[in-house]
């Protein structure tokens, strides 16, 4: 069975400095890995995936994310915080292979203190 | 842009009550998904269909069904809604899982069952 942990239930960073966002995960095989994002009552919105190829990806709203094969690991990352980052993060696997389904992790809060 | 609509950002229903809750995708994706989603556990599946009048349990099935009947939309049903079904519901779809897809979701429905 395939699984996510993130463990952090909330992180806080003060805006202007770096943040982080842990995930490790689970997973038979090559996985596909992706964050996402949740604004309060919304639904989620995709912020990047990992395929295959370079370890470090780059998505929207200038967070990137770092695969780490040996680790398990694909952290969340930004230079730079902003207040408007403040929200639930979700980090998700699915095996490389046809029809497995995406599995989540519990989630992050990321609190974004002026 | 894609777009995955469910019906009712808020319901109230009572223990009991048979629930519907409807969700509409226009990407002419094959697979769609219905999670609920609760503070502290992330995303559970509750349903998948990877086509037409096909449906797949999940993680957590246990007193919901689905219904496919047509490409575009998915049902989910509680048969007899309980309190313990207060959630947060999130509907998603991707195309063909062949392919290294993200899902899409919908903005979720909040259903208190009281």
């Known amino acids: 069975a395939q699984s996510v942990a993130q463990p952090e239930d909330q992180v806080n960073v003060a805006e202007g400095n770096p943040l982080t966002v842990k995930c490790t995960y689970s997973v038979s095989g090559n996985p596909y890995l992706f964050w996402y994002v949740q604004y309060p009552n919304r639904g989620l919105q995709f912020l990047l995936k990992?395929?295959?190829?370079?370890?470090l990806v780059k998505g929207s709203y200038g967070f990137e994310a770092e695969f780490n094969k040996s680790q398990t690991s694909f952290h969340l990352k930004k230079p730079s915080a902003l207040v408007s980052d403040s929200a639930l993060y979700f980090c998700?696997?699915?095996?490389?292979?046809?029809?497995?389904?995406?599995?989540f992790g519990k989630g992050t809060m990321l609190l974004v203190s002026p | 842009d894609v777009k995955v609509t469910q019906s009712s950002r808020y319901l109230v229903k009572r223990t009991g009550e048979k629930v519907f809750l409807e969700c509409v995708q226009d990407m002419d994706h094959e697979n769609m998904f219905w999670y609920r989603q609760d503070p502290g556990l992330g995303l559970r599946l509750i349903y998948f269909s990877y086509d037409v009048k096909m449906k797949e349990k999940g993680d957590i099935p246990e007193g919901y069904s689905v219904s496919r009947e047509k490409k575009e939309r998915f049902s989910l049903i509680l048969e007899s809604a309980s309190t313990n079904q207060t959630s947060m519901y999130l509907c998603?779809?991707?195309?063909?899982?062949?392919?290294?897809?993200?899902?899409?979701f919908g903005s979720g429905t909040r259903l208190t069952v009281v």
């Open positions: 990992y395929i295959t190829g370079d370890n």
């Open positions: 998603a779809s991707r195309p063909p899982p062949t392919g290294n897809y993200g899902y899409t």
């Open positions: 998700a696997v699915r095996a490389n292979s046809g029809y497995s389904t995406l599995t």
